[in-house]
Nanobody, 119 residues
Framework: QVQLAESGGGLAQAGDSLRISCTAS????????VGWFRRAPGKEREFVAG????????HYRDIMEGRFIISRDKAKNTVYLEMNNLKPEDTAVYYC????????????WGQGTQVTVSS
């Protein structure tokens, strides 16, 4: 079993930067990939960014690319999401999820961390 825990959320002002983390614990963590998702108030959950665990290749929701940067530290079983030039519309609960094998569902999810951006 894998547990994912997000941290680092909080309050920010428009234009600020914030880095949130997702740390895995439990069994040996070797997923195919890890993704960040978010759910804004009144909206459906949406994909933000993903990273392939072994190769480190990244992909982003189009509108995020350039402001958000996903990275991972394999030694710490941790994936980061650096968010720059934050906007009020980035306000959401941010979740990380792990895809254990290529093409499988997002099998493990964290509880989420709240990011609130004021104008």
């Amino acid at each position: 079993q894998v547990q994912l825990a997000e941290s680092g959320g909080g309050l920010a002002q428009a234009g600020d930067s914030l880095r949130i983390s997702c740390t895995a614990s439990g069994r040996t963590f070797s997923p195919y990939g890890v993704g960040w998702f978010r759910r804004a108030p009144g909206k459906e959950r949406e994909f933000v960014a993903g990273i392939t665990w072994n190769s480190g290749s990244t992909h982003y929701r189009d509108i995020m690319e350039g402001r958000f940067i996903i990275s991972r530290d394999k030694a710490k079983n941790t994936v980061y999401l650096e968010m720059n030039n934050l906007k009020p519309e980035d306000t959401a609960v941010y979740y990380c999820a792990a895809e254990m094998t290529l093409g499988s569902a997002w099998e493990y999810w964290g509880q989420g961390t709240q990011v609130t951006v004021s104008s």
